[in-house]
């Protein structure tokens, strides 16, 4: 017996897949819709996943699945998504509770393509994908996406084009009349030679009661070079379980950093890069910085299975009041994956008695020609530095800040877009006024 | 401008101060030298609010205020200003940012208005000239990989920034070349005049050559045993401390 959460949520889901999901999805090709099954099988057995489950230990998703979740066709009258990023001067492309609002969209420069659910569905190339990066076999979040998603999005970069506008995609979530879950999921595919960047932003209305399940697939080609950004600065109506399956081929180079810096109240991040050619590089920079009750949970993988690869992991959090952070960071290095260069680290630092961090570094080597390190720290605000700064005049209040921004400034400032930096600068300090850290 | 009574204070359970009294008037320069472990140190943290003292009798007014009662960053409002022994370094808070940031507060506190960027820019210039602290240091972080007299430095240029109006130098000589002993003192110096006041805590007789006190105490085993004139800084650095353990033991 699976030990899942087969709650009502649960149980309207799995009524719902054939008497009203089907039929809304039988314009789909039958290999999706034999996809679709499979997962369903899959999610219908396994349930949501509870402590039980190993790598959800220390997430407890009952506590989100309090309240019933249903799952409806997401509205179609859109609110103005006023999230742009000062001074960054980018291709927007707005989805609006997974649903992309054309209207307020760019249009995309030459060399790349974005496809809407319909057009994407519609190239079989693109649904043959659809879950072969990420396979759902024994996830059964994953399943439950695969299974039930309304919306899909390709995201296509034509080989050598050298995109240098960045694609900002905006995921917008606001008032859906009661708790809505909604499924959806992204295809990225960086051809050969090509470079971009998207970024990604989350944001909420504060009245939106969403959970959301984004699955994004990214294809690396070989010497392709993507960079991705995903900030959250949603508010706390919003819990994200989002898993992103990374495939990079030969010298190919992937950068991405993942920053939680809004309110949102549960987050939880499956991020996984498979490395399967050679000498690639890859740089996961993460923050999270929560306070009240929040919960925000990173899980990465990085699973190097061919020789000569670089992988580089920085991530660090600040947890206040009752907040709680979890980090799991595993590294393969497999038997072919020889002169493998990888570097994990996660600091991080507990303001108050009552927050938490569950911070877990694995590492599985099979390969015996490698250079491996990682490390885990968990520390408080350092006193000295503290007492420093307030004998030359600085407020407590102050003082701590600026040794919270400079706790987080080495992830912060390897983000190479400087209007990036300036806005993911000012989220942190919104979210340090937030607080008052002084009685923490 | 500082008056000290009968000042005691521990740290887990140990004595450290036993009773300290001592009054700087404006204009002054007061040395202090004791053997290591005396407590120098100590009376200058427990002056700047280390929390990590806890004071178990006696009292200190500065500019007729109470001391003891202000938190660390308001007595450095009101102008008390330490220049630690062992400055720490602060990875990711740039100096720059920290300077300003001090020299902000302080102002406020004042009832002035915040510098601009460029006169900010203008002061800096003319303070780092007088302390000779490389530009590349100053925009790098607090103190981060700095050399021990590069601290030192740091910590003179912060004192030429914010203008205290009671200065203490924990052996800020200490681990500096001769050159930079020199500069140090210059700026002291420079910055001394009748409304301000320095406690200067040193080992070394060199020091006072160039900053010469009013006054030199001697403090011994959480005690001032002895106060005198800057011939008592030459008679130590003959003599050694041996002579004052058999007097304060003897009488
Ligand atoms: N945080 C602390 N915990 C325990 N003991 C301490 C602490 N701080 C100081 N002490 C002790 O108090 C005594 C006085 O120390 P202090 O640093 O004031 O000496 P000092 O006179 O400045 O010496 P030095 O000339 O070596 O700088 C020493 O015995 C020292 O070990
Ligand atoms: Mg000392």
Redesign the interface.
Known sequence: MEQGIFNSTYQSLIESFEKDHLPERSFEDETLLAKRAAAFQVFSRKGFPSIKDEEWRFTNLNRILKQDFSLRPPSISFAKAEESIAGLDACRLVLINGVLAIEQSDVLPEGLIFLDTQAALANPSYSQLLGSIAVDDNNAMLAFNTAFFKNFYVLHVKAKKLIEKPIHLIHKFSEAGSPSIIPYRLLVIAEELSESTLIETFHSDGQASVLASYVSEVQVAQSAVLHTHLINAAAEDLNLIHHREVEQFKTSVYNNSNLALGNAAFIRNNFNCRLKGSVTETNLLGSYITNGTQHVDNHTVVDHQMPNSNSMELYKGIMMDRSHGVFNGKIFVRLDAQKTNAFQQNNNILLSDQATINSKPQLEIFADDVKCSHGSTVGQI????L??????????E??RK??I???V??VHSRIPIKALQEYVLQLLQAKLDTDSLVTA | MLKIKNLQAKVDDKEILKGIDLEIKAGEIHAIMGPNGSGKSTLASVLAGNPGFEITGGEALFEGKDLLDLAPEERAREGLFLAFQYPVEIPGVSNMTFLKTALEEIRTHKGLPPLSAKEFMQLLKQKQELVELKTSLVNRSVNEGFSGGEKKRNEILQLAMLEPKLAILDETDSGLDIDALRVVAAGVNKLRSEQNAFLVITHYQRLLDYIVPDVVHILFEGRIVKSGSKDLALQLEEKGYDWLREEVVGG
């Open positions: 350092d006193e000295q530095a007492f420093y700064l307030k004998t030359r005049g600085i407020s407590e102050r003082a600026m040794l921004e400079a706790f400034l080495d």
